[in-house]
C-alpha cells in the first residue's frame, strides 16, 4: 500500500528561523508526493508536488521540499519561517487518490 | 479562494437522519473526491468520480453513497447518521483523474450528528 508517515505531531520554531517538516514515504513503483497546508476552519491549500525531475522542488510561500529516495523521504523547508505560516501540514502520496499522513502541527512564535 | 464550492458549510442533524452535501468543482475539472476528516481517523479518502463515473473507492461506509451529475457537481449523501459520523467532509477536484494531477479542496462541510 501507498503510505506516509509524518513521525512529529508538533514542530516548533522562532520566528526567522529555518524550519522543517519530516514526511518519510513507503511506496511500490514511482512516488508521486504532495505537501499541503491547512489553516484553521480552513480546507487544504496546495503547496507542492514531486513527480520526477530535480529533487528540490520549490512551491508556494516560499516553501520547498527535498526528495530523497535512499532515505525515502521528503521533507518540507523553509529557509526563515513567518509567524503566518503556523498551521497543520499534511504530507500525501498519490494513490491514484491521496493517502494523507496524520498531520504535523507548526508553531513558528515570534 | 480554490475555487471549489462546498455547501453547506455547518450541518447539525440527529443520529438516524439523512443528510446531502453538495460540491461544485473547479471550472474545467472533471475529477471529483472526497474526504472526511475527524480527530481519531486524520483525513480520509471516501470516493473518487470522473466525469460522472465512479473510478476509486476508498474507507466509504456502506450507508454512505455519492454521484457526480452530467454539470459535474457532486453530492455526497450520508445516511442512518451516527454520533461517530461527526466530521469534516472535503471535496476536492483535479482536471483529470491521474496520479500526477494536484487536488484542489473546498472549504469542507462541517457535520455535527447529536
Known amino acids: 500500500a501507498q503510505s506516509v508517515a509524518q513521525p512529529e505531531d508538533q514542530v516548533n520554531v522562532a520566528e526567522g528561523n529555518p524550519l522543517t517538516v519530516k514526511c518519510t514515504y513507503s511506496v511500490s513503483g514511482n512516488p508521486y508526493l504532495f505537501w499541503y497546508v491547512q489553516y484553521p476552519n480552513r480546507g487544504l491549500q496546495f503547496l507542492l508536488k514531486y513527480i520526477t525531475g530535480d529533487n528540490l522542488v520549490k512551491g508556494s510561500y516560499g516553501f520547498e521540499a527535498e526528495f530523497n529516495k535512499s532515505q525515502t523521504s521528503f521533507h518540507l523547508k523553509k529557509p526563515s519561517a513567518l509567524v503566518s505560516d503556523s498551521a497543520l501540514y499534511f504530507c500525501a502520496v498519490r494513490a491514484p487518490s491521496l493517502n494523507f499522513g496524520k498531520g504535523t502541527s507548526l508553531l513558528v512564535t515570534p | 479562494d480554490s475555487g471549489v464550492t462546498q455547501t453547506p458549510k455547518h450541518l447539525i442533524t440527529a443520529t438516524g437522519q439523512r443528510v446531502t452535501l453538495r460540491c461544485s468543482p473547479r471550472?474545467?475539472?472533471?475529477?471529483v473526491y472526497w474526504y472526511q476528516q475527524s480527530l481519531d481517523q486524520g483525513l480520509q479518502f471516501l470516493i473518487q468520480?470522473?466525469?460522472?463515473?465512479?473510478?476509486a473507492k476508498g474507507n466509504i461506509l456502506e450507508r454512505f453513497s455519492a454521484q457526480q451529475f452530467p454539470d459535474l457537481h457532486s453530492e455526497l449523501n450520508l445516511s442512518s447518521l451516527e454520533l461517530g459520523d461527526s466530521a469534516l467532509y472535503f471535496c476536492?477536484?483535479?482536471?483529470?483523474?491521474?496520479?500526477?494531477?494536484?487536488?484542489?479542496f473546498g472549504p469542507g462541510t462541517r457535520l455535527t450528528v447529536l
Open positions: 471550472s474545467g475539472d472533471l475529477s
Open positions: 468520480y470522473y466525469n460522472g463515473e465512479e473510478r
Open positions: 476536492a477536484s483535479s482536471v483529470a483523474g491521474t496520479s500526477r494531477n494536484e487536488q484542489f
